[in-house]
């Protein structure tokens, strides 16, 4: 058995689809969609077809493409898993490959070369991974073998436990075991630097700002933002953690409620509304709800009828908001968060 990183699309716009249809693609576009590929056996012939799709490219990157397109096509066997990065609910879905390469000529561009897949946690946070898979999971390939450090092993005691044993030695199996020239797996890929600094930074909030300790890192950015704050006490649980205002004295407009959750939890509907109650008994004028662990899809859906209420935010905006306004972060909280900025080059920028 194997663990697949797939993705679905440079911006995540094929997830939805994916899920829905129970399926992963090979979203390639143009002429690749008008025929089946299941004939191309061999690297050979899935590179000629490759540079006869899409002439013009570097041959370093025919090589690269070729690696996903058998994986797709030959290499992922029933059973194998696959972990798809959402960038649209900043969470990982993983999924059991249950059926071969199909190729389905009546279907809509890109969702013609398809494989089934039985989704078994659409909504995994990626709080819940260790690093060192999520290093793994920054791979800037669409599709690639993850096999570093029992990652399969571990991905399936997550699913079945809930939580990730600790990464043991490879087996002299997985040692020995090397990619062929045309396939890729986490040992030869190009990774994003930039997400694997993020990674870093998610995991080291996650070890060091834990309930009001987060609170008080959320409650920072928002002073950093312009905001007067009040922030709770520790153990208070009123249903908010942080008032917010404007002006100079708090008094202004807009005034924030915010509730926030700290650690691996999802957060779920009741959560939310919730808020909305403690809004209103604060006089509040909108509400903010900060969730670590990110939000179940029940949320999500609510974010259209409550945009001009409550804005959420996940493990991924407050990276963000960090990075945007560090300079004006606590001091304290800046040598707990001890970050520097580089400048390195855009792999996706350079030339295969």
């Not at 690297?43 to 540079?51: D, G, K």
Request: glycine share 8%; hydrophobic share 40%; net charge negative.
């Amino acid at each position: 058995m194997a663990l697949w990183l797939v993705r679905a699309g440079a911006h995540g716009e094929f997830e939805d689809a994916f899920i829905t249809k129970g399926q992963i693609c090979l979203t390639w576009d143009g002429a690749a969609q008008a025929q089946s590929l299941g004939h191309l056996n061999d690297a050979e012939s899935i590179r000629r077809a490759i540079r006869s799709f899409y002439p013009g490219w570097a041959d370093g990157k025919y090589v690269q493409h070729a690696g996903q397109w058998r994986a797709f096509l030959h290499s992922m066997q029933p059973g194998d898993l696959v972990a798809m990065p959402r960038k649209r609910q900043k969470s990982i879905a993983i999924g059991e490959v249950v059926g071969g390469y199909e190729f389905d000529a009546a279907a809509s561009e890109p969702f013609r070369h398809t494989r089934k897949v039985r989704w078994i946690d659409v909504e995994r946070p990626k709080v819940a991974f260790d690093p060192d898979l999520l290093n793994s999971f920054s791979a800037m390939s669409t599709i690639c073998q993850i096999k570093r450090n029992d990652a399969e092993q571990r991905v399936r005691a997550l699913l079945k436990i809930g939580s990730m044993p600790a990464a043991s030695a490879r087996s002299a199996a997985n040692q020995s075991s090397k990619p062929s020239a045309d396939e890729e797996d986490d040992r030869d890929i190009e990774v994003d630097p930039g997400q694997i600094a993020r990674n870093q930074i998610r995991t080291h909030i996650s070890r060091k700002f834990v309930n009001h300790d987060f609170a008080r890192l959320i409650d920072s950015i928002l002073r950093a933002q312009g905001y007067v704050t009040a922030i709770g006490p520790v153990g208070a649980d009123r249903g908010v953690d942080i008032l917010a205002g404007s002006g100079p004295l708090g008094f202004g407009e807009p005034r924030l409620c915010v509730q926030v959750k700290s650690g691996d939890v999802v957060v779920d509907r009741p959560t939310l509304s919730e808020l909305v109650g403690v809004k209103a008994r604060f006089k509040a004028t909108y509400g903010l709800l900060v969730s670590w662990g990110g939000f179940k899809k029940t949320v999500e859906d609510e974010r259209l009828s409550e945009f001009f209420h409550v804005r959420m935010w996940d493990a991924e905006d407050v990276i963000d908001l960090v990075l945007e306004h560090y300079p004006r972060l606590d001091e304290d909280i800046r040598e707990r968060l001890p970050l520097t900025q580089i400048w390195v080059l855009d792999p996706t920028l350079l030339d295969v």
